[in-house]
C-alpha cells in the first residue's frame, strides 16, 4: 500500500526557515515526479512546486521563487522542501503528491495520483 508521510511543519517566525520531509513507502518513487501543494485555511489546495524523477527539473509558484527549495533523495525515497525567509502568508497546510510513472511534473492537483495527510506550517509576523 502506498503511503506518503510528511514531516518537518511547525511554528516558525517570519524570516525564519523550516524544512519539510516527504517519506514515500510502499513501492519506489524514483521514476515519478512529485510536488508540494498546500492550503490556507479559507482557500483552496495551491500548487507550490514539483520535482522530476531525476531531480533535474523543476517547477515553482511565483509566490515561492527564490525562498523554497525542493528536493529529492530517490535512495532514501524521499523529497524535502527547505523554505526560507518564511511570511505570515506561507501559512498552510503542505501536502506531499505523487504522479504514475514516467510522467512529467505538473502544476495541477488532479494530475497527482497519491497524497500524504499534510504537515501545518504557521509562520507568525
Known amino acids: 500500500q502506498v503511503q506518503l508521510v510528511e514531516s518537518g511543519g511547525g511554528l516558525v517566525q517570519a524570516g525564519g526557515s523550516l524544512r519539510l520531509s516527504c517519506a514515500a513507502s510502499?513501492?519506489?518513487?524514483?521514476?515519478?515526479?512529485m510536488g508540494w501543494f498546500r492550503q490556507a485555511p479559507g482557500k483552496e489546495r495551491e500548487f507550490v512546486v514539483a520535482?522530476?524523477?531525476?531531480?533535474?527539473?523543476?517547477s515553482y509558484a511565483d509566490s515561492v521563487k527564490g525562498r523554497f527549495t525542493i528536493s529529492r533523495d530517490n535512495a532514501k525515497n524521499t523529497v524535502y522542501l527547505q523554505m526560507n525567509s518564511l511570511k505570515p502568508e506561507d501559512t498552510a497546510v503542505y501536502y506531499c503528491?505523487?504522479?504514475?510513472?514516467?510522467?512529467?511534473?505538473?502544476?495541477?492537483?488532479?494530475?497527482?495520483?497519491?497524497w500524504g495527510q499534510g504537515t501545518q506550517v504557521t509562520v507568525s509576523s
Open positions: 510502499g513501492r519506489s518513487f524514483s521514476s515519478c515526479a
Open positions: 520535482i522530476s524523477r531525476s531531480g533535474g527539473s523543476t
Open positions: 503528491a505523487v504522479r504514475s510513472a514516467y510522467y512529467s511534473i505538473s502544476i495541477y492537483e488532479h494530475a497527482y495520483d497519491y
